[in-house]
């Protein structure tokens, strides 16, 4: 990253970071969620079925994002005017690309061949960082930025699919429109219930950079992103990890019927959580503001005097994310609304307060909004653990 940013000046970072953050929507429910019962269904006939809606799902929402793009940029709302009229032409192989590479997950998962999944992230970031040093050099800009994701896209999806795209296109294309329906019809609460959960998601994460571009500019939007990046990259990676193995211990004390043991675990596991985010994100907001300039560039000193502020919402959410696996463990889906709304609405609120403020308030306000909805669905999910 220090070298990236010493290629690219914040107002294309700022750039690039609303376009990916304008394709975390479509590309979360690229497939409306029928690829989750891809893992479930049993008859290979059923499989190929499903796996051919996934396909017409996915191309039908990659044409739907790429017409509401168009017109967000003819519009300019939300930011999406920072970048040029043509990158709308960069956004159907990215939307389609993430459709598949959930297709072939789901195929993976289906063999539990692990190994394979736990590899796509390293090709997905070696495939990104790649172009844009070589772009970068040869100043390319924003084309290269853009060009990178597309890249990085296809070749996770490539990763994934073991030589499996062409008989997949070939299996949709042969699929008859009322096996479409009539699948569709079958697994119909998986969109319906899982598709609005999706998005309000994505809008409450997504919002704060929309409105820094849409109100301050793309350079104030370059200099968030590299905050946030820095930011949430130690609770990424180590909530990923945590949650993984708080979702296997849970899930089989409740399959065990141990409710004592699990509601133990759960506070354990929070109290744990609670230490790890206090011992991650204290030192980091005293260190950052001195040092963030030295280590990305003078250009970039700015962005550490938000880390502070944006540490409240990464503490909060490395708290929360590991035991928020809870939710389907207990088969409680429901209680995931509650988050939904009130990170929407937090959101929303912050928005409307900063409005004439400049990108500190802005960040502070947000943070604090997020942060709130974080410590309002762990009093949820620790309601529900009590309730074993």
């Not at 168009?70 to 519009?75: F, G, S």
Request: overall charge positive.
């Amino acid at each position: 990253m220090p070298v990236v940013t010493r290629l690219f000046g914040a107002e294309q970072l700022g750039a690039i970071s609303v376009f990916i953050s304008s394709l975390s929507v479509p590309l979360a429910v690229a497939t409306l969620r029928l690829d989750s019962p891809l893992l479930i269904v049993r008859e290979r006939r059923d499989l190929s079925r499903l796996e051919a809606v996934n396909v017409w799902a996915t191309v039908v929402v990659a044409g739907l994002t790429s017409v509401a793009y168009a017109i967000l940029v003819k519009l300019r709302l939300f930011g999406i005017h920072i970048l040029p009229w043509w990158a709308v032409f960069a956004v159907p192989p990215i939307v389609i690309a993430g459709g598949f590479a959930l297709v072939f997950r789901a195929s993976r998962l289906r063999r539990e061949d692990y190994q394979s999944i736990s590899t796509v992230a390293t090709v997905r970031n070696l495939s990104n960082v790649i172009p844009r040093l070589v772009g970068g050099a040869l100043g390319s800009g924003i084309t290269a930025l853009l060009l990178a994701e597309v890249i990085s896209a296809w070749a996770s999806t490539y990763k994934l699919a073991d030589s499996r795209i062409r008989e997949l296109v070939a299996n949709a294309s042969r699929s008859r429109l009322s096996e479409v329906l009539v699948t569709v019809a079958q697994w119909k609460r998986f969109p319906v219930f899982e598709v609005p959960s999706q998005v309000f998601d994505q809008i409450g994460a997504i919002l704060p950079v929309f409105t820094i571009a849409g109100r301050l500019g793309a350079e104030p939007a370059g200099l968030y992103a590299i905050a946030y990046r820095v930011t949430t990259l130690p609770s990424t990676h180590l909530g990923s990890a945590l949650a993984e193995v708080f979702r296997g211990r849970f899930a089989y004390l409740v399959r065990a019927g141990d409710a004592k043991a699990g509601r133990l675990f759960f506070g354990k596991m929070l109290a744990t959580l609670v230490a790890c985010s206090c011992a991650l994100y204290v030192p980091l907001s005293v260190v950052a503001p001195p040092i963030f300039g030295r280590l990305f560039g003078q250009q970039w000193g700015a962005a550490g005097h938000l880390v502070p502020a944006l540490s409240i919402w990464a503490a909060s959410s490395l708290v929360v994310s590991p035991l928020s696996t809870a939710v389907g463990i207990l088969q409680r889906p429901q209680l995931k609304w509650i988050y939904d709304l009130s990170s929407v609405a937090g959101a929303v609120v912050a928005a409307y307060v900063t409005r004439g403020q400049g990108i500190q308030h802005t960040v502070v306000a947000f943070s604090i909004a997020a942060a709130a909805s974080n410590i309002v669905y762990s009093g949820v999910l620790y309601s529900a653990v009590r309730e074993l």
